[in-house]
């Protein structure tokens, strides 16, 4: 990912820097937030915090100056994959929809990008609903170990494509 900084007319994607640990592991360490996530362990820690804002492929997401989130595309299984969170006391007021999107239209500046995948656990709609609206569709399901729950969670499967996305934002 590169070090550019992407604005919308609420938000800002910056890079994440080590010193973002407080306001990250502030967002995390919330119960309600781990549990639709399938990799933080729980109880999270400042270490595991650390490691969240010490990533250079993420994105922090800010609004009105405060640290709310995270937001990425990385690679998994040679698939470009789009993972996020957002916490708790901002859930509801279409930010993470104004991320997501931002974002992917960035990945899709690219002539070259290839589809983008992502998923969400089987219980968890709000996720569902914000890649629906940007233009993914189910295309399988999968039990995956959640790390904090220690369960395997039934995962709906979703891609997304450059057509799917320009016709979801008309």
């Known amino acids: 990912m590169s070090s550019v900084t992407l604005t919308t ?3 800002v994607l910056r890079n994440a ?6 306001d ?22 400042r270490d595991h915090a650390v490691a969240f804002a010490s990533n250079a492929s993420r994105y922090l997401i800010e609004y009105r100056g405060q640290l709310i989130g995270i937001i990425s595309i ?32 960035e990945h899709f500046d690219n002539p070259q990008a290839a589809p983008l995948f992502s998923g969400y656990a089987e219980y968890n709609v709000a996720s569902w609903r ?10 399988g399901e999968e ?3 959640f790390v904090a729950r220690d369960v395997k969670v039934r995962m709906i499967k979703t891609q997304l494509t450059r057509e799917a996305f320009e016709k979801a934002m008309r």
């Open 143 to 145: 039990l995956t170990h």
């Open 9 to 11: 007319p609420r938000l």
């Open 24 to 45: 990250v592991y502030h967002q995390i360490s919330d119960w309600d937030v781990v549990k639709n996530l399938q990799m933080p362990p729980w109880p999270c820690t």
């Open 130 to 139: 914000i890649q629906e609206k940007t233009g993914f569709s189910k295309i």
């Open 74 to 105: 990385e690679d998994h299984d040679n698939q470009d994959t789009l993972g996020y969170w957002i916490g708790k006391a901002f859930w509801g007021k279409g930010l993470m929809s104004e991320a997501v999107n931002e974002l992917v239209e």
């Open 17 to 22: 820097h080590p010193d973002d640990t407080d």
